[in-house]
């Protein structure tokens, strides 16, 4: 008897070759249900539709179709099974020799601007993972695929093994079956619990799943594996398309999403940041985008050297002309015009990403721990000089308030203990991941040297001493933003307004370990 493969598939890529080779090579015969079935008759291939073969219609819509006796009976029998097998004869069932289902597409429907509630339960699959879940328990017996890119691997397999499959090869089918579930089932748990109304700030349970976009060299240093995982839709980094350069190392991704978060705070002006282990080294404004790369460059231009680069606009020929003055490790934007291209492909090994959507982002960090991990909500909360505080006697201007929500912004994202010192628009120096305040305001007006006249200073967390503010005003500084909160804040403040500063309190911490 001829072998009976089940094909239902939502994502049609690769199905008629598929289909022609089992047919015409290895003599399969198919039951298939709805467009499945259509798209293999279309293409002149013979095919028994699910309904015809259970002699059940298709009810509800369509929700009810493969959720039959013949269709498990036939994934589940155990062929070394005498009890199995006699139930299979009794009950006019064929055993079913290879399974292709992949489901519907729910991440894809959740991912589209304005999609409801109802029109996204249509997309959660039934009789799709009851048929993958059996078919992997079953990998002793019968082969599944759950994904195109296994098709030609599977037909390969059977090629170099007389038309069959090894039970190594069904094994590794079945674990990708039961990872494609599993991900899938945390998808829509997720998108579930978004759409609740809920108390608790953080979830009772939460799960993170991924799909290995490519094996990376290694992870931090090279005695660590590392690999690069997507969750969820081709969105973030795995959307990026690079331009050119070599690929991407676990350090750059690491040092790119750093990147991409500082560039997000500036959307108004042309912006760019220069970035070294994850801490800006150079973040600057200006009236173009190569001004703006300039002055971001030149903040730190020792540093700047291997460093990562992100701009907020598309690389103009002006811009590319200066990123090919120095080596870079990598260079992302939202774009890139064509002249500025061919100007960059002279740095062939400069790593260029071009990432439409700089803005999105996860909503949450995961760090892990023994035993387990740790999540918490984005720090996207967005600065507001409204809400600021100005504790001072000496109140600051309009244009001195934008030089400290700059440099408020930079600091954000810098290592904890951080200290941003700052003036037109450019960082001048900046202290961080210390052990005490003092020691990254010391690192920070160090860098700036005598720029640091009439310049802004910003400090992540509040000063528990009026020490950091003195020293602050003997480099020049003028203004003081930070989140206040010390029980000796008005020792500060007092500092501040003896020695003639400006002093913003923000309300808002911005740690980060």
Not at 57 to 81: F, M, Q, S, Y
Not at 133 to 152: D, G, I, M, W
Request: charged share 20%; with cysteine.
């Amino acid at each position: 008897m001829a072998r009976l493969a089940l094909l239902s598939v939502s994502n049609k890529t690769g199905l008629v070759e598929l289909a022609r080779s089992l047919q015409e090579e290895f003599k399969f015969e198919f039951i298939s249900s709805g467009g499945t079935a259509k798209v293999l008759q279309d293409a002149g291939l013979t095919v028994t539709k699910v309904a015809d073969y259970t002699g059940s219609p298709e009810i509800l819509g369509g929700r009810v179709k493969t959720l039959h006796p013949r269709i498990h009976g036939g994934i589940l029998a155990r062929r070394d099974n005498s009890q199995d097998v006699a139930d299979l004869e009794d009950n006019q069932i064929r055993p079913i020799d290879l399974v292709v289902v992949n489901l519907y597409p729910f991440e894809e429907t959740i991912s589209k601007a304005g999609v409801s509630l109802s029109e996204a339960v249509e997309q959660i699959d039934i009789g799709g993972p009851a048929m993958l879940r059996a078919s992997a328990k079953n990998f002793a017996h019968l082969t599944v695929l759950c994904n195109p890119a296994q098709y030609e691997e599977y037909l390969q397999e059977l090629r170099q093994n007389k038309g069959e499959a090894s039970l190594e090869f069904r094994q590794k089918a079945a674990l990708k079956g039961f990872l494609h579930t599993s991900e899938y089932d945390r998808a829509i748990s997720s998108y579930l619990s978004s759409q609740v109304a809920d108390n608790r700030e953080t979830p009772q349970e939460f799960s993170i799943t991924g799909k290995q976009v490519q094996s990376l060299r290694y992870g931090e240093n090279p005695h660590q594996s590392a690999a690069w995982y997507q969750t969820g839709t081709a969105s973030g980094w795995a959307a990026a398309t690079k331009l050119q350069g070599k690929e991407l190392s676990y350090n750059n991704l690491v040092d790119l999403e750093a990147a991409r978060r500082i560039i997000t705070e500036f959307t108004d002006n042309p912006a760019a940041v220069v970035l070294k282990h994850t801490n800006p080294c150079g973040v600057a404004l200006g009236n173009t985008l190569v001004e703006a790369y300039q002055k971001a460059f030149n903040a730190d231009s020792m540093s700047a050297f291997g460093g990562i680069v992100a701009l907020n606009q598309p690389i103009d020929a002006a811009t590319a002309t200066e990123l090919t003055k120095t080596f870079l490790e990598c260079v992302v934007a939202p774009g890139c015009e064509e002249d500025a291209q061919e100007i960059i492909a002279a740095k062939s090994k400069l790593r260029v990403l071009i990432l439409p959507d700089l803005q999105s982002g996860r909503l949450e960090t995961i760090k892990v721990i023994a035993g387990g991990f740790l999540m918490q909500a984005a720090d996207d909360i967005l600065a507001d000089s409204n809400k600021w505080q100005i504790v001072t006697d000496k109140k600051p201007s309009q244009k001195e308030i934008e030089e400290l929500l700059f440099a408020w912004k930079v600091c954000k994202h810098v290592k904890s203990n951080a200290i941003v010192v700052s003036k037109e628009l450019t960082t001048l120096g900046v202290g961080a991941g210390q052990m005490n305040r003092v020691g990254a305001v010391k690192i920070a007006l160090e860098q700036a040297e005598e720029k640091a006249q009439g310049g802004f200073l910003a400090s992540d967390g509040f000063f528990p001493f009026d020490d950091s503010v003195k020293t602050a005003a003997e480099a020049g500084i003028t203004g003081i933003i930070q989140p206040g909160g010390s029980l000796r804040d008005q020792d500060s403040i007092e500092a501040a307004n003896k020695l003639g500063l400006t002093m913003v309190l923000t309300g808002n911490r911005h740690f980060l370990h």
